[in-house]
């Protein structure tokens, strides 16, 4: 990250403004208002940021029920993680042998999903450029509460050997809520087993509500992210 | 015909031996998938995890009534498949509500789930939905047509559209199996059913390696867990269908489970044996290999 950029993450969150969200970045050709002529003749005015994504902010879901059934969905939970098919480091390759006879973790419940709303876990695998964030944000976003993070590999949760690299984040707690970190650049599967089991105990003891922290803070968490992605050029609201 | 009221938990009594019947068969033949592919596998219960998994996930999303009613329309596919025709001859509690002329009706339900699937998946909005819909609508249309032909045969061969008196035709010994007595309508069928199973060499529509995921690309939580229920329903179901026409019906429980493990076992022994066929390239082999066969079933019955 350059000097001014380190300046800018020492200001406080809440002095952010409000025109964050309106900088002069030009909005995407796909996402600029337009109107449309329908074969009849009617004209049909689109803006897609308004008629295409979602105008609310995420919100807390409490846990609506008593706590023996509770615990029952935490137990159902946790022994059925679906993990996001996203890979965005080096750390991608350590997750393949998952899947494979060697370690196969679907013997643990643990499976793949290609698409992020069937998905309730997120593993940041590895180093994260700011390019990729945004990515991951989207995605992490169209999850469904409950959801989880694991952070991957040391660049997760210092930067890594990529600590004074232009355009990857080093924290990456400041950008979306980490329920666990795996440490090791990089991590052997069995790190990552024994990692997904602690996972487990977390989301059984009822530790694990990453969601809903991310929607209380929601304003923090996007004042950083909109910090380092400089050219936010996309809905505030991803689901 | 009389309606018995007691025919109403009588169903509900089979739909529940059906689904948990369903839930284990299904982790089973993952399982064997596994192991063919020298993995461990999921534990056999993993399913029902899935389930409640699924039901407790706190927050969804609609995308309107279509997007809503789409796993409805799939499950009522799969229910409804599975109430119109005796799951266990001659068993008064497990005839379900089967009536003369249940046979087209079921033909008809094989479909219907398809189909409100396509247009509960198009009103996602999500380009792989669009392109799974029209890629399995195409695959389907064309596997049900030799499954369709074989049906006529079959109709016509024991002059009856009630699929009671087709099991009643094939009673007293093997060899009175339609199998026996009709082997290129079976054969037809039985290459239908390879393509209706979403099983590899037919399941490019819903691979996840594939367009990502297909047509459920955008269903999550509740809807997605009562699509999964449905996943385990409806190939008992259509299993069912062809156990009564082709194999001779179960009189009883345990010959049913034996009968449909076996039949289930032929789409998971081809899947693991066969890769995976494109959308142009499956249409093209049913055209081909099953369609002839079932026209020739009809001609020849």
Known sequence: MNDELEERLDEAPESQPESLRLRDIPVREELQPRTVIAPDGQEIHIDPLQDYYCQAGPTVQTPAYTKIIEDLFNWARSESLWILGFGTGCGAIEMRPLMTPRFDAYRYGIQWRPTPRQANLLVISGYLSVKTLKRAIRSYEQMQNPKYVVGLGSCTINGGMYWDSYNTIKCLDQYMPVDLYITGCMPRPEALLQGFDDLKKLIRAGKAEGANRYAENFDWYKANQKRVIKNWNMPDYNW | ?301
């Open chain 2, 1 to 301: 015909m009389s309606f018995e009221w007691i025919m109403i938990p009588y169903s509900l009594l089979t739909l529940f031996i059906v689904v948990n019947y369903g839930l284990l068969l299904t982790a089973l033949m993952q399982k064997i998938g596994a192991r063919v592919g020298r993995r461990y596998g999921i534990p056999i219960w993993q399913n029902y995890i899935d389930l409640i998994k699924n039901y407790s996930i706190r927050s969804s999303i609609t995308h309107g009534p279509m997007f809503y009613l789409g796993p409805v329309f799939r499950l009522t596919g799969g229910v409804g498949l599975l109430l119109f025709v005796p799951t266990i001859y001659g068993s008064e509690m497990f005839s379900n509500l089967s009536f003369a002329g249940d046979l087209i009706l079921a033909l008809y339900f094989v479909f219907f789930g398809t189909l409100g699937m396509a247009l509960g998946a198009a009103e996602s909005g999500h380009p792989h939905a669009a392109i799974g819909v029209s890629r399995g609508l195409s695959q389907v249309t064309t596997s049900e047509l030799p499954l369709a032909l074989a049906v006529f045969a079959v109709a016509l061969q024991y002059e009856t559209l009630s699929v009671t008196e087709i099991v009643a035709a094939q009673q007293g010994g093997v060899m009175n199996w339609t199998l026996f007595t009709n082997p290129l309508a079976v054969t037809a069928a039985m290459l239908s059913f390879l393509g209706s199973m979403m099983r590899p060499p037919f399941d490019v529509v819903l691979a996840p390696q594939e367009i990502p995921i297909g047509p459920p690309t955008e269903y999550h939580s509740s809807y997605l867990a009562l699509m999964q229920t449905n996943r385990v329903i409806f190939p008992i179901a259509k299993i069912v269908v062809y156990m009564n026409l082709f194999f001779g019906g179960a009189a009883s429980w345990p010959v049913f489970f034996l009968k449909v493990f076996l039949i289930y076992l032929f789409s998971v022994f081809v899947g693991t044996v066969f890769p995976r066929f494109r959308v142009e390239q499956s249409v093209r082999w049913f055209l081909i290999w099953a369609v002839p066969l079932g026209i020739a079933a009809i001609v020849l019955v």
